[in-house]
Structures are given as structure tokens and as C-alpha cells.
């Protein structure tokens, strides 16, 4: 796409949006505001064109904060174009802007903490760990200096995982311990679940196989609790591979086969969850999305089996492993698969078994130069050979074999030494206050026993009475309590199952195969940018809803992003029948405002699916208007569409019956239930007419509670 064009398209957006604010007798926005509000919405979907608008909003920012503001936005469109140098250093300039402002309030300061952790993600994907490690610790101090205790705990945990993957445990080890520390401060059951699985992987790379298997048992008991079945699944997995590394096989098979057969129960929605978490999503995922959560958890068996000395029941379950992955297109875990199973055979004595599936490991693991896979295969070669007699081939695959032992015992080394580095840092740092809180214990300890001696005809007879005062307050307090916690659990639990219902829900299965119908079509008919364009929507479509799906809030501007997206896939796969706009108050800080996810899609679903899909013209339209109410904590978001009204759609669902949806009666429960917490959230669908009395569409206004992070 040249500049001219993007110009033109970009000068399109403005024009068309101005001149339909006035057309609603809406006040006119400034150009600063109109050209970052367009910047904004087609920044993720078309970043050249955002650079245009922010460009043209830089010129016209009135002072420091909006430049900086420009200058972040832009950041980001060059992050999206994949040139994460530009980013970086655009993101310092807006730095050095917030840095020198004359009153740096809380907004600031969040603004500061934002700027910090996208450097560190540009860092961190240039490969640059210990530059994204400065930049995310700085983004964490600035989150905790603003009050924001949840996106501090963000960055603990990306800070946590570059030490682990520099190999500086201890380091990863203390940054997790923070993390947790915050989640457990907040009653975030899901992230304590996942820390106590991060703090678990640090355990594993430091060998301590106890602490790892109870902290994956501590992450299972809460994820049982959620009723979280795919996690439930995952832990089960990892529990069983560290029985497997313990060299306890019968307790690792039953674990493994309790994650096994609860991956066999699920839908390809779940399936979806594990192939994201795992990536395995390839080009045949949705034809083999069972294939897809099942090959590791069966390969998993059969590794166990085969290192418990089992190795015929372990071949049933590697071959079929090893058939899966083969369709999955998974080079690496089809070169895993063949190993095991020629280890097996050779457990066996079957040496041309062994011999083939260990030339097919040599092969794939060669041209893919899987060092450690490499390794492993020719030495078994060597070994085969040599058995048969094959004297050129064993000697081949030796030198093959030391050649390589060398190079891997290097990294296995450096690994050490980083561990023994971090360690030595870590014990430093706390090495003073060891040694002060030592002294501090003692004395107390001398001052304690001291008081003791004195004291110790007292505290006997005071002690019956303080007891028997003590059992009293204990049984009235713990009738209260337990009363009170009964009742605190029945609500936390349906609203749990609400939210799970809403996760199984909220894309449905027609327009996922629909979707995927239009991406064929345009395959069909050549036009593969069509399809490439159509493709990319839906696929941050989906990875958007698997981010959210995660979170009890999100940033609006999340919210809104994923909801454009759907919108757009829905007037592609509907022949551009209708458009939308989008209008947000312009004193909304969409990055700050966090609110519950997915609460508008079902009522924007439900107006184009039973509104403007059905009217015989194609001048459909739909407005989402997003309104703060300061007082109560709560956004006004009204749809509005120009559709067929609620009667006729109702005639035509009763003859043709192709959509029932569910997600409004979901929403409405959770809206029921968030009223509970901040009262005055309400639901209202209104019939629009014309003066004749004509049906001309239906308004949806809702309340959403939200939680302001500054």
C-alpha cells in the first residue's frame, strides 16, 4: 500500500466521521481529538494509516501530555509493523516528555509505567532479556508508586520469566514470590494458580522435585476449587511428568491418565485453550483440534511406560502419539515420538525396529538441528550398528555422537554457572538482613525467657480463665463466620458458573464455521489478500477472547478492540449489509478503565443476526455509545441499530429458528449479579418507531461497572 493511498484512506476515516457526528447534532470534536480517536480504532487492524492520523494529531497536540500521548500511540502502530526498534524509540521520547512535566500526578505516572513495560516487550522480542529486564522492573516500581498493584504484579511475573529463561533461578524465583505475594493480597485464585505452576517450572530447573510436586499440588487444589477443567487437566500433566522425574511410575501413570481422560471429555473450544497455551495451533488444527490436545498426554504415558520397563504397552500408546503429531505436522514432537518408540524396541531387542525409527529420528532432528534429539538418536545408531556388525555406520554415528556430547555438556554448563551466578546474587542481597534479623530473633528470645520467669505464676491463673473466655468467642464467632462464608460462597459460585457458561458461549459455533466458509470462499475465488486480511481479524479475534477469558476485568479499550474486530468479521461474512461506529466519551481513558469482558457482544450479535441482517436494504447501521458516570462508577453503553424491530425479527426466527441466543439471557444474569456489588446496573431494551408508527430498530442501554487503574 503506498502513502497516497494510506493518506486517502486515512483523510477518508476523518472526514466521514466528522461529518457524522454532525449529522447527529453531536458537538463537534477538536481535530487533535477526532484524529487520535480514529488513530486509535485502526491502529491494531491497519498501522500505516494510524501513523497518518498521528501524525497529523502530533501537529496539532496543544501541549506536552497530548504529544506524549501521540508519541505512545505511535509506539505501538510501529510495534504492530513489526519494527520494534522505532517503537522503542518512540516510546523513549514520550519518556522523556512525561519526565519533565512541571506536576506529575497518578495519570502520569501510569502513563510512565505503561511506556516502560512496551519497551520491555520490544526488548524482550529483539531478544535484548537483560535490557527488558531494566525496563519491566522500572515499569513495576511505577505501577506500585500509582496504587496499581495489579499491573505491578504483571511485571513481576514477565521479569520472573526472562531470569528463568537466562537460567538465573533464584533471581525468577524471587521476582514469582512477589508476584504471588500480590495475587494472593488481590484474591486472584487463577493467578496464584498459574504463579504456583511458574514457581514450580524454577523449581524443576533447580532440581528440587519435592517443592515442584507441591506446588503443583497446591495449584490443582485451587483450579479444583474453579472448577477449572482445563487447567485441572494441565496440572494433572505436570504432576504426573515430575512423579516421572522422582522415577515414582505408578503414581506418575495415574496421573497422567486422570489429565488423559478428562482432555478426551472436551469440546473444541477447550481444545482451543490448550493447543493457544501450548503452541500447537497449525494449518490442520481444525481439522485435527482433537489430535491437537491429546498427542501430548498420550505420548506422555508411553514415555512413562517405557522408563517403568513396560516397553510393549508403551508402544500401543507412542504409535499413537507419534500417528497424531505426524498429522499435526509437529516436526519436533514427530522426531520425540519416533525416539521413544525406537528406545522401546530396543528395550525389546528388536534391532531393526530399533534401527528404523532411530534413522527417522536422525533424520528430522538433523535437518531441523535439534541438537539434544541429534545426540540421542546417533547414539543409539552407534550402538545398533555396532550390534549388527555395521562397522561404518557405528563409527559414523559415534564421531557424530562425541562431537555433539561436547557442545550440549557447553550449554549445560553455562546453564550451571548462570544458576551458581544467580544463587550467589540472591544470597548477597538477603545476606544483612539474615544476619540482623538473626541477632534481633536472639534477643528477643532472652528477653522472652526472661519475662517468662516472671510472669509464669500470673499467666497460670489467668490462663483458664482466657481459655474458657477464648472457647466461647471461638464457637460464637465461628457459627457467624460460617454462616456468612456459606453465603459469600453461594454467590462467588454462581457467579462462577455464570462466567464459565459465557466462556462456552460467547462465540458460537455457527459463526466460527461461517467464518472460516468466507475464508474459503475468497480462496475460492482468488483473492487471497481478502482471505489473508480476513484471516488475521479473526485469528486476534479469537487470541483476544482467550486473553480476556482469563481476566474478571479488562481495559475498555480491549473490550472495544475486540468488539470492532467481531463487527468486522460479521459485515465481511454478510457482504458489508451494514456499518457501525463506535463513540466514547472523549474524558474516558480507555487504557485505564477496566470493566467485565464480553458484556456488549451478545446485544450486538443479537441486533445484527435478528435486526439488520433481515432488511431488504443494505443501509443497515449500528451505534455503540460509551458514556461515563462518574458518580456511580459506571459506564452507559447504548446500541442502538436501525433494524427490522423486535416483532418482525421474532416472526422470523419462529420460521426459520437458525439462532438461539443464549448469550443475552447470560448477560443479563451477570448484569443481575454485578448489581449486587454496585447498585443502580440495569439492562433496557426499547422499541424505536417512526411517526407513522413503522418499527425503525431497537435501542439496548446497559450500565457497566468499572474499576479506574491510575
Not at 520472573?160 to 484474591?187: D, T
Request: net charge neutral; with cysteine.
Amino acid at each position: 500500500m503506498n502513502i497516497v493511498f494510506r493518506i486517502f484512506t486515512a483523510v477518508a476515516l476523518l472526514t466521514a466521521s466528522v461529518n457524522y457526528a454532525k449529522s447527529n447534532n453531536q458537538v463537534e470534536m477538536s481535530a487533535f481529538d477526532s484524529l487520535i480517536t480514529i488513530g486509535k480504532q485502526i491502529l491494531p487492524s491497519n498501522p500505516d494509516s494510524a501513523l497518518v492520523l498521528l501524525t497529523q494529531a502530533q501537529s496539532h497536540s496543544s501541549n506536552k501530555q497530548q504529544e506524549a500521548l501521540v508519541l505512545r500511540y505511535m509506539a505501538n502502530a510501529y510495534h504492530y509493523k513489526d519494527d520494534f526498534k522505532q517503537s522503542i524509540a518512540y516510546c523513549n521520547q514520550a519518556i522523556d516528555i512525561r519526565n519533565n512535566v512541571t506536576h506529575s500526578d497518578s495519570s502520569n505516572i501510569a502513563n510512565l509505567a505503561i511506556l516502560n513495560y512496551n519497551i520491555a516487550i520490544n526488548y524482550n522480542i529483539l531478544g535484548l532479556a537483560d535490557s527488558a529486564i531494566v525496563s519491566a522492573r522500572r515499569a513495576a516500581e511505577l505501577y506500585k508508586e500509582c496504587g496499581n498493584e495489579y499491573s505491578e504484579g504483571i511485571c513481576y511475573d514477565f521479569v520472573a520469566q526472562l531470569y528463568q529463561h537466562k537460567g538465573e533461578s533464584f533471581l525468577a524465583q524471587q521476582f514469582a514470590y512477589a508476584e504471588l505475594s500480590i495475587s494472593e493480597k488481590l484474591l486472584d485464585s487463577i493467578g496464584i494458580a498459574y504463579t504456583k505452576d511458574l514457581l514450580s517450572k524454577i523449581m524443576d530447573d533447580r532440581r528440587i522435585f519435592d517443592e515442584e510436586l507441591q506446588l503443583q499440588k497446591e495449584a490443582l487444589d485451587i483450579r479444583l476449587k474453579l472448577s477449572d477443567s482445563v487447567m485441572i487437566a494441565q496440572s494433572y500433566n505436570n504432576i504426573g511428568l515430575t512423579f516421572v522425574q522422582l522415577e515414582e511410575y505408578d503414581s506418575a501413570l495415574y496421573y497422567l491418565n486422570l489429565s488423559l481422560k478428562l482432555k478426551e471429555s472436551f469440546n473444541q473450544n477447550q481444545a482451543y485453550q490448550i493447543a493457544i497455551s501450548q503452541e500447537t495451533v497449525t494449518l490442520d488444527y481444525q481439522k485435527y483440534w482433537r489430535e491437537s490436545i491429546l498427542e501430548s498426554a498420550i505420548f506422555n504415558i508411553g514415555s512413562a511406560l517405557q522408563k517403568k520397563g513396560e516397553p510393549r504397552e508403551a508402544l500401543t500408546h507412542l504409535t499413537k502419539a507419534y500417528e497424531y503429531r505426524k498429522k499435526l505436522g509437529l516436526d519436533y514432537k514427530v522426531a520425540e515420538a519416533t525416539l521413544t518408540i525406537g528406545l522401546a524396541y530396543q528395550d525389546l531387542h528388536n534391532t531393526q525396529k530399533t534401527i528404523q525409527h532411530l534413522e527417522e529420528c536422525w533424520g528430522i532432528a538433523n535437518y531441523n538441528n535439534y541438537r539434544l534429539l541429534k545426540f540421542k538418536s546417533a547414539e543409539g545408531l552407534s550402538k545398533e550398528y555396532a550390534i549388527i556388525g555395521n562397522s561404518t555406520k557405528a563409527y559414523k554415528f559415534c564421531n557424530i555422537a562425541l562431537t555433539l556430547i561436547d557442545s550440549i555438556r557447553d550449554e549445560s554448563f553455562t546453564r550451571k554457572l548462570a544458576l551458581a551466578e544467580s544463587e550467589y546474587k540472591y544470597n548477597k542481597l538477603h545476606e544483612a538482613d539474615s544476619i540482623r534479623q538473626y541477632h534481633e530473633r536472639l534477643t528477643l528470645d532472652i528477653k522472652h525467657k526472661n519475662e517468662l520467669k516472671q510472669k509464669k505464676i500470673e499467666l497460670l491463673l489467668l490462663s483458664v480463665f482466657i481459655v474458657a473466655i477464648i472457647i466461647i468467642s471461638v464457637i460464637l464467632f465461628r457459627n457467624y463466620r460460617l454462616r456468612k462464608m456459606n453465603e459469600q460462597a453461594e454467590l462467588k459460585h454462581k457467579a462462577l458458573e455464570i462466567e464459565r457458561s459465557l466462556l462456552r458461549t460467547q462465540m458460537n459455533p455457527h459463526f466460527i464455521f461461517n467464518a472460516l466458509n468466507s475464508i474459503q470462499n475468497f480462496i475460492i475465488n482468488n483473492e487471497p489478500r481478502d482471505a489473508e486480511r480476513y484471516l488475521s481479524k479473526f485469528a486476534k479475534l479469537m487470541r483476544m477472547i482467550l486473553d480476556n477469558s482469563m481476566n474478571q476485568r479488562v481495559p475498555l479499550e480491549n473490550e472495544l478492540l475486540s468488539l470492532s474486530l467481531y463487527i468486522d468479521l460479521e459485515k465481511v461474512r454478510f457482504g458489508n449489509r451494514f456499518n457501525y461506529h463506535i463513540n466514547v466519551d472523549d474524558d474516558i481513558e480507555e487504557e485505564l478503565v477496566f470493566v467485565p469482558p464480553m458484556l456488549i457482544q451478545p446485544f450486538v450479535e443479537n441486533a445484527i443476526l435478528h435486526g439488520l441482517i433481515n432488511k431488504t436494504d443494505s443501509n443497515g447501521l449500528i451505534t455503540i455509545d460509551v458514556v461515563d458516570n462518574h458518580d456511580k462508577k459506571t459506564l452507559t453503553c447504548s446500541i442502538t441499530d436501525n433494524g427490522i424491530g423486535r416483532v418482525a425479527a421474532a416472526e422470523f426466527s419462529k420460521a426459520n429458528k437458525k439462532h438461539r441466543s443464549v448469550g443475552m439471557q447470560l448477560t443479563r444474569d451477570r448484569l443481575k449479579d454485578l448489581n449486587k456489588e454496585t447498585e443502580g446496573i440495569s439492562c433496557k431494551i426499547e422499541d424505536l418507531y417512526d411517526s407513522d408508527g413503522t418499527a425503525k430498530g431497537t435501542k439496548v442501554t446497559i450500565q457497566i461497572p468499572y474499576i479506574e487503574n491510575v
